[in-house]
Structure formats: C-alpha cells, structure tokens
C-alpha cells in the first residue's frame, strides 16, 4: 500500500491548525490516521432548555421564536466532520454521516 507523503510541510501545518481550532470549538477526535493523514472529529448535541424558550417567546410577543428556532436546527443533532488531505496536497473539510 503506498504511503502518501506530503510535498508541502504548510500544508502539514495548516492541516494541524484546522484540527486544534476544531478541538477548541467543542470537537472532539474520535478517529486519526496519520499514513493517509484524515481526522474524523465529532461534537455531540447540545441541550435546549425550550421551557425557558417557551416563557422568552411569550414575553417578547413571539419576536423569540426565530432565535429559538435557529438553535433548534444549529444545535439539535450530533455533529460529525472529516478534515483530511488527499492524494494532491489539498486540504478539504466534509460531513460525514452518521448513523
């Protein structure tokens, strides 16, 4: 199996900084590969205290509902990302399913 070596040590470095800012953002690895350099990181769901979105709904005459709804759809769900670099030396960052 060919191991795929890196041409550019800045890419290397800009990899690496991508997975520390995810890791401070509330990712966490749950996979590493270091001969085909991929990362697969995940943030689980954060809990939504909808009983005190319900009261700030009522008081601000339903005004709160738009914020309530976006922290529904942004924070609901369990998050799972790849950042790896392919076979060229190119950075991406992808979703991934998950189950």
Request: hydrophobic share 45%.
């Amino acid at each position: 199996m060919k191991s795929y070596a890196l041409s550019d040590e800045k890419n290397l470095d800009r990899f690496y900084e991508i997975i520390a800012a995810k890791t401070r953002n509330g990712f966490v690895i749950t996979e590493h590969n270091e001969k085909l350099p991929y990362v697969v990181l995940s943030k689980e769901k954060k809990i939504i205290n909808h009983n005190l979105h319900l009261f700030l709904s009522i008081i601000t005459f339903g005004f709160w509902l738009m914020v309530w709804i976006y922290m529904i759809l942004k924070f609901s769900r369990k998050k799972d990302i790849l950042v790896a670099v392919d076979e060229d030396g190119n950075l991406f960052e992808d979703k991934c399913l998950s189950a």
